[in-house]
């Protein structure tokens, strides 16, 4: 016959044994708002060893959210049968809620004795991580060891997040530095300027305080609607536009970015990982945007730099999140590699695919095939350029050299003319009053009106519905 009170008694030994004040517990009370943490099948796995992973729910801001948190301490920091169990019902929870997911990765790696088991497990979880890919934003935070098939999952969530502290890698450091590769290889500052890793943090806290700031910015999932914050504009913007169009060469892609957005609202992505591209979550009038800066002082548009700015599009068009596009470049990076043609490729398919409001502000040059992916009409819904912009097909010297070429025939002082003749092309041919007479940019602003001008064509562009030609999928440049 059942006794009730030793049921009971077994209960609460079962809670004290689950409720142990463990790093991944905490993690998760640091991640989730206080007091809205609800644990999910605690008691799995309990007959042989704690299960190596805590899976829940709760609330970060006004967003509900599922998580895990490896446990490093349970069961020898090895993933178990249960521990993928646990995790592959999270995933079908938020498949069926539409709900974000956040995954907390510290582990040692696949318990061995369940290594067939395992690699079943895994395969279930990474199927699950791609269906859900576009449909609920996926948020990975690494705060240990993340390895093999585990970072495979980290990396295959929309943001990573890392403390400086913390491994990443698909196979061991001691195996590939024994093939004289990297020693860095695993790192953090590697993860980093891989462009693997989104952003790099302090500590645990830090890093899952960054986790909040992005979960809030997006919405639930594609088909919900996104968050309005209160915000300000930046205290520092007047100061910061002027100083840019002061000296419109050399002007910092990021300061611009700030100077846009609303006030503490930028959060950089990949800052490490393709310079020549600035990309950035912020806030705009209250509305998450994502931004994609350029300007050749930070540097060139390369692999890595279009590799950048593609991701970032594609996350932003997922949750039809804005992206603002501030153009200042002369153009994809002078090489005879043959990968930045499929590269760049890409970029202008990212670009051109996309559905969400785009929103373009050509404030130096936008030469040739940049100009093409990142401000012609057919990529973009609104372009604005400031008086200093210049479109042209060629680098403003070459085009010179070859529609002058007998002018300059002779001249006593050949820079002195070239400069001239450089002048006189863009105030003629390729300068901004001239694309917008001819219908290439849609207005010219003064700099100080930026801001301004974005939120007008965000007002304007909040109730876009386009769709794609019916297919399964496009084919990009990969």
Same mark, same amino acid.
Request: aromatic share 4%.
């Given at each position: 016959m059942m006794n009730p009170e030793s049921k009971m008694n077994q209960l609460a030994e079962y809670v004290e044994k689950t409720s142990q004040d463990t790093p991944a517990r905490k993690r998760l009370m640091a991640l989730f708002d206080a007091d809205t943490f609800v644990e999910l099948d605690a008691f799995a796995g309990i007959g042989e060893d704690l299960c190596g992973v805590v899976t829940g729910y709760g609330y970060v801001g006004d967003s509900f959210v599922y998580?895990?948190?490896?446990?490093?301490?349970?069961a020898g920091g090895a993933i178990t049968k249960a521990h993928a169990k646990k995790i592959s019902k999270l995933y079908d929870l938020a498949v069926k809620t539409g709900c974000p997911v956040v995954g907390i990765f510290d582990s040692n790696g696949a318990k061995l004795t369940e290594a067939n088991e395992m690699l079943d497990a895994y395969?279930?979880?990474l199927a699950k991580t791609s269906m859900v890919s576009g449909v609920v934003p996926q948020i990975?935070?690494?705060l240990g060891t993340c390895a093999?098939?585990? =970072?495979?999952? &980290?990396?295959? $969530?929309d943001f990573l997040v890392m403390t400086k502290e913390a491994e990443l890698f698909l196979n061991a450091p001691f195996v590939t530095n024994a093939?004289?590769?990297?020693?860095? =290889?695993?790192? &953090?500052?590697? $993860?980093a300027k891989a462009g693997i890793a989104s952003l790099i943090a302090d500590d645990d806290d830090a890093a899952l305080e960054e986790v909040r700031r992005i979960v809030t910015m997006f919405p639930q999932n594609n088909l919900a609607p996104a968050p309005l914050f209160e915000t300000a504009e930046n205290a520092q913007a007047a100061q910061l536009i002027a100083k840019a169009y002061a000296d419109i060469d050399s002007m910092c892609a990021k300061s611009l970015v700030e100077a846009v957005a609303d006030a503490d609202s930028v959060v950089e992505l990949q800052a490490d990982f393709g310079t020549g591209i600035v990309a950035a979550l912020a806030t705009v009038s209250g509305a998450a945007v994502g931004f994609i800066a350029?300007?050749?002082s930070n540097g060139e548009l390369d692999i890595d730099a279009c590799d950048k700015a593609t991701r970032l599009i594609r996350v932003c068009d997922a949750f039809n999140i804005p992206v603002v596009t501030l153009v200042n470049t002369k153009g994809f990076k002078v090489t005879a590699c043959p990968v930045l043609i499929r590269k760049s490729a890409r970029l202008a398919h990212a670009y051109a695919e996309a559905t969400t409001a785009k929103i373009t502000v050509i404030c130096g040059q936008a030469i040739g095939a940049a100009y093409m992916a990142f401000a012609s009409n057919a990529n973009t819904d609104v372009t604005y350029a400031w008086p200093t912009a210049v479109i042209s097909a060629m680098g403003l010297e070459a085009t010179v050299e070859f529609l002058s070429?007998?002018?300059l025939k002779g001249t006593t002082d050949l820079e002195q003319s070239k400069q001239e003749l450089i002048d006189e092309y863009v105030n003629t041919t390729a300068g901004a009053f001239k694309a917008a007479e001819n219908g290439y940019v849609d207005d010219v602003i003064a700099p100080e009106d930026?801001?301004?001008a974005i939120i007008h064509a965000m007002e304007m562009l909040a109730g876009k519905r386009v769709s794609n030609l019916p297919k399964k999928h496009s084919i990009m440049p990969l």
């Open positions: 998580a895990y948190s490896q446990d490093v301490t349970a395969g279930e979880i990975a935070a690494v093999g098939t585990s =970072a495979m999952l &980290a990396c295959g $969530a093939k004289g590769e990297d020693k860095d =290889a695993g790192t &953090a500052d590697f $993860a350029n300007n050749e070429h007998d002018k930026t801001r301004a």
